[in-house]
């Protein structure tokens, strides 16, 4: 009776084999335990990354036949990444042993390439220059240039290699027709780290148009690159220049406070100075004005003809003098 009710676990699932690995998917397979040791009733898939521990759905058992193989694809992971995967069968009440395996997805295409440059080369040749994308893993190794003469629906394709450490990539597309309109985009590819054999691509870039003209490198920017570079240029002078005239305002503010104070503190002072040049010069003509009558002498005549006048202190004395002269002498 203690053994009908004393379940033993069930031993790790066979042959736990990876089928199939892309960038976010990992395809399994496994056969059933050698030892069931009870009912087995599914199985679980866990797969741990960066520490975290993630549980799938239980993947319940849907017939008895002996020695089956079970599928499994886990999807929704991340490129490039190691993942560690666990699987053990399970009973009504017991979890039986794991198997496990270690794998690293494979790569994601790399991210779109910007363009830097687009004009004429000559006159059936355009020349195109782009930087590496910003995101790729482990390495960029081709580019794919697809150019369309807009007067035709088919589009052709070069493939050029590329190398990671280099920053820019240049092209020149010759045989072109002169006076046609072309649109150009550029992506860059991948070799997959888990089949040599296999290219994973990246999305496209922004597509552009250039008219192929006989002076077209006057019609079109030399260079896209050069251009947001002259924006930034010009953005840094008009902020200068905003700081500078700033600053001058500043400056003739203050001046004006100044020279404003400075007028308004010695204009009274000139005007008080002038008043008193005016009172000084009235004093002085006042001076000789008195002067003058002092030495003045006032003509009067009387009614017989006969001139009165005032005779200055010293020469009457001077008269008395010669009168009493005269006096003493008679």
């Known amino acids: ?20 690995v892309t960038s976010t998917t990992i395809r399994i397979s496994w056969q059933e335990p050698e030892r069931k040791n009870g009912v087995i009733h599914g199985y679980r898939v866990y797969y741990v990354y960066q520490n975290q521990t993630l549980l799938h759905l239980p993947i319940l058992k849907s017939d008895a036949i002996q020695n089956s193989i079970y599928y499994y694809t886990l999807s929704s992971l991340k490129p490039f990444t190691d993942y560690r995967l666990i699987v053990a069968a399970f009973t009504l009440r017991y979890d039986g042993d794991a198997s496990e395996a270690v794998i690293r997805t494979d790569i994601g295409g790399p991210s779109a390439p910007k363009f ?29 240039v697809n150019y369309r003469n807009m007067d035709y629906t088919r589009s052709r394709e070069i493939r050029i290699s590329a190398n990671a450490s280099i920053v820019e990539t240049s092209v020149v597309l010759q045989n072109l027709s002169m006076g046609s309109s072309y649109e150009l985009k550029v992506r860059a590819a991948s070799i997959s780290v888990v089949n040599p054999h296999k290219v994973i691509l990246g999305p496209f870039s922004d597509v552009k148009k250039i ?12 260079s896209l690159y050069h251009h947001y570079a002259d924006y930034d240029l010009i953005v840094l002078a008009g902020a200068v220049i905003c700081c500078f005239g700033l600053l001058l305002v500043i400056l003739a503010i203050v001046l004006w406070k100044k020279c404003f104070n400075t007028s308004y503190t010695h204009e009274p002072d000139a005007i008080n100075g ?24 006032d003509w009067k005549p009387d009614t017989n003809g006969v001139i009165q006048t005032t005779v200055p202190v010293t020469k009457l004395m001077q008269n008395g003098n010669h009168r009493h002269m005269a006096i003493d002498g008679d």
């Open 274 to 297: 002038h008043h008193h040049d005016q009172k000084l010069a009235q004093q002085q003509q006042l001076q000789q004005q008195q002067q003058a009558q002092q030495t003045q002498i």
């Open 116 to 144: 830097v440059n687009l004009t004429c080369y000559s006159e059936d040749a355009l020349y195109l220059a782009w930087r590496i994308p910003a995101y790729y893993y482990n390495s960029v190794n081709h580019y794919i």
């Open 211 to 222: 008219t192929l003209l006989a002076n077209c490198d006057q019609h079109q920017p030399p």
């Open 1 to 20: 009776m203690k053994n009908n009710f004393a379940e033993k676990i069930p031993s790790r699932p066979r042959n736990l084999s990876i089928l199939e």
